[in-house]
């Protein structure tokens, strides 16, 4: 199911429409930022709302509470993505072995 979006509502979405998963997926992103307690239910009701605008003003973004372009690649772009945590960094594998 997908929101039209409408005329100040605009997502940079290919198709300029929310869907319910992207809506969902940025709750994920909020609460795994500690910013969203609410239900993820991919829904932009009030504590998504003041998620995403805590969120902006954290990031330097305009605080519009909206899932518009700038928040949405602000909340999907990570670029740590692919390295483990019990995987050391490439400068650090192999450092406590100098001393053997």
Do not use: C
Not at 27 to 53: C, F, M, P
């Amino acid at each position: 199911m997908a929101v039209t979006a409408g005329a100040q509502d605009n997502t940079g979405l290919p198709d300029a429409r929310i869907w319910k998963d992207d809506v969902r997926w940025a709750q994920i992103e909020l609460r795994n930022d500690g910013l969203y307690h609410g239900s993820l239910d991919g829904v932009i009701g009030r504590q998504t709302k003041r998620a995403l605008e805590k969120f902006q003003q954290d990031n330097g973004l305009d605080r519009t509470a909206a899932l518009d372009p700038p928040t949405w690649k602000a909340l999907t772009d990570h670029r740590d993505i692919g390295q483990g945590s019990s995987t050391p960094p490439a400068n650090e594998r192999g450092a406590s072995d100098a001393g053997r």
